[in-house]
């Protein structure tokens, strides 16, 4: 009994012996497999500078050079109305009449009461001169000469009081016909006949330039430089802007006009493009996207894209530093250059960044430059 008890604790020892061997090296093996221990393959390339040409995009919308309520200029009812909803117009053409025919009545007496003036002044002029005649023979008293003067001042002044009359009348008539005040295109009409409208108060429609037409978006401060030497000629740029239908307008534009200042609150600057619009494709309101073409007067950082992270709208890249370990690095983009892309800040030149495998480092990581595959024969 006392042997077979000793041969068994014996191998019992033995086996709690190597269990506990092994759990050692199997631990050694796992905290040896642990990612901040073992090297990561990657592709990385090292960041350079050159001079880059590419097209920069921004949110943009379509405002008319010039643009106008349509408001009645006197009261009375609309007895005509000479263009369809959304025509286009040239500048002068009538587009509303308002009860012409009492204006036209106004002027008409204006005219008469003118021209009974006319006919009163003549009338104390012989007057007066018959009575200077008889004064220097002494034949009438001077006070009588004296009303003669004063009836001649006072019809001048009725005469021109007439005329004043007419030429309100006149203008009155005039602007009982709303026409257009430049070529363009109306809207939809806000009245119809018959109905009645009120000076200053009523609006009856809105006209907008169409050909040319404008375009505005924004540029952040860094680029003002380069707006205004595209403004004065002194760079060459392509402008053109892309439809809601992203197809590409035909016509190319250019840089018309950059406002005066900075928008304290974003940091934006508006800038204005002026496109050919004859077919009046682009209308007031319109939301595109406008593509510049620009190509740096010095030389740029350029990264490849795929470099990039993208989390929540901030971008990172690993940078490797001298001790192969991956640093993540908050940077700020500028131009798309297909794949490529340039880096406003947050790396320099030289410095050496992970391209392909960035889904396996985590920053802190080691990482160790990928072998190129070999094509299976």
């Not at 506990?20 to 990657?42: I, L, N, T, W, Y």
């Not at 000469?145 to 005039?174: M, P, R």
């Not at 375009?215 to 892309?242: L, P």
Request: glycine share 6%; aromatic share 6%.
């Amino acid at each position: 009994m006392n042997k077979n008890y000793l041969f068994s604790a014996l191998i019992i020892g033995s086996a709690l012996f190597w269990q506990s061997c092994g759990s050692k090296d199997g631990a050694k093996q796992q905290q040896g497999a642990a990612p901040g221990e073992r090297a990561v393959p990657v592709t990385t390339t090292t960041v350079e500078k050159q001079i880059v040409s590419g097209i920069k995009t921004y949110p943009a919308s379509v405002v008319p050079l010039q643009e106008a309520d349509l408001l009645a200029e006197v009261s009375g009812y609309v007895t005509k109305i000479y263009v369809a909803d959304g025509a286009t117009v040239k500048q002068g053409q009538p587009l509303y009449e308002i009860d012409r025919i009492r204006y036209q009545a106004a002027v008409d007496q204006a005219k008469a009461n003118l021209e009974i003036a006319r006919a009163n002044l003549l009338r104390v002029e012989k007057d007066l001169t018959r009575y200077q005649t008889l004064a220097e023979q002494d034949a009438i008293a001077k006070q009588t000469l004296d009303y003669a003067l004063t009836d001649v001042s006072n019809q001048k002044a009725q005469v021109q009081a007439a005329q004043a009359a007419l030429t309100t009348a006149q203008t009155n008539l005039g602007r009982s016909i709303i026409r257009a005040p430049f070529s363009g295109a109306v809207g939809i009409s806000q009245v119809r006949t018959g109905a009645l409208v009120s000076p200053g108060t009523t609006l009856l429609n809105t006209i907008s330039a169409i050909d040319p037409i404008a375009v505005e978006f924004q540029i952040s401060e860094r680029e003002i430089s380069e707006f205004a030497a595209y403004q004065s000629g002194k760079s060459s740029t392509e402008i053109s802007v892309s439809l809601p239908d992203r197809s590409t307008y035909t016509h190319a534009g250019k840089i018309a006009t950059i406002d005066r200042a900075v928008d304290p609150t974003t940091g934006r600057l508006k800038v204005r493009a002026s496109f050919s619009n004859p077919q009046n494709d682009l209308r007031a309101g319109m939301n595109l996207t406008m593509n510049v073409r620009s190509t740096s007067a010095t030389e740029q950082l350029v990264i490849p894209f795929k470099a990039v992270q993208d989390q929540l709208g901030v971008y990172n890249v690993y940078v490797v530093n001298d001790s192969s370990q991956a640093e993540i690095r908050p940077v700020e983009l500028g131009l798309k250059l297909q794949d490529k892309v340039v880096v406003n800040s947050g790396v320099e030149a030289g410095d050496r960044i992970v391209v392909d495998g960035i889904l396996n480092v985590r920053s802190g990581a080691k990482v160790v430059e990928k072998e190129p595959e070999t094509s299976k024969q």
